[in-house]
Structures are given as C-alpha cells and as structure tokens.
C-alpha cells in the first residue's frame, strides 16, 4: 500500500470496509509470548482498532506526502471479507499482549523503511502493471 501511493491508489467497494491493522513488531512480539505461554489454542493478533480502508488509505498518503488519488472504485471483489477487526482479549488474557505501536507511528515506521529499499521491478506480461504495482500503471488504460 506505501508504494501505491505513489500512484492513483484503488480502494474497492464503498471505502468503508473495516480493517484492524498491526505493526509487524507488535505481531513478533506476540509470537514470542505465545511461545512461553502453557495455555494452547488459538489467539487473535491485532490492534483490535477498526479503521476504514479510505482512512488507511488517506493516512498512508499524509505519511507518503503523496498528492495521489484515492479512488473508491465501487467494484467488489468475491471473496473479499467486508469488515475483519480482531477481539485480543484472549492475546490479552493469556499472553499480556497488547499492540504498542499506533498505526501512524507504523506507518512512518514502514515508510522509512520502504524509502531505502532498492525496487527492482519485473514486468512479466504487464502484471505489475495491470495490478497497479508498477510506476507505469497510471499511463495503463485498464489501471
């Protein structure tokens, strides 16, 4: 999602699916406290804040000081869970586990992160392109 917003970023639906979204340290942290504890089974990792994809989207673009577009496509794809948010009291309970990192100190996180990364695009017949993944899928006719 960072590197789309450098381009027209599509968000299907209405915009107003709801995610829970958690910084990949907070995720570690949990797999290591899952590890020490003796009760098993099934723990929800999340931040168990709902957010709606057009305010991640608009967030990710205040982070990327990107000017980009956010299209709400009103298109839906099967499959696609309308709202997912997880109930941590179990991560809570048995692991003391609560996701430390706020989603705008993650996102500066990741987007520091990804602006050292060195990009080395493939374009195999145009996917990149035709998924709106690559720096050319704003001059594609089908992005």
Known sequence: MIRQCCVCKRIYEDGQMIKDFVY???VAEAFVLAMGCPVSGTFNIGSGIPRTMVEAANLIKHTAKSDSEVLVTGQYRVG????????????ERYLDFR??????EGLEKLYEWARKQVVQEVLEDNKLVERGLSRDSINHPDA
């Open 80 to 91: 696609d869970a309308r709202h997912g948010v997880a109930d941590t009291d179990k991560a």
């Open 99 to 104: 996701a430390r990192t706020l989603f705008t």
């Open 24 to 26: 990949v340290e907070d």
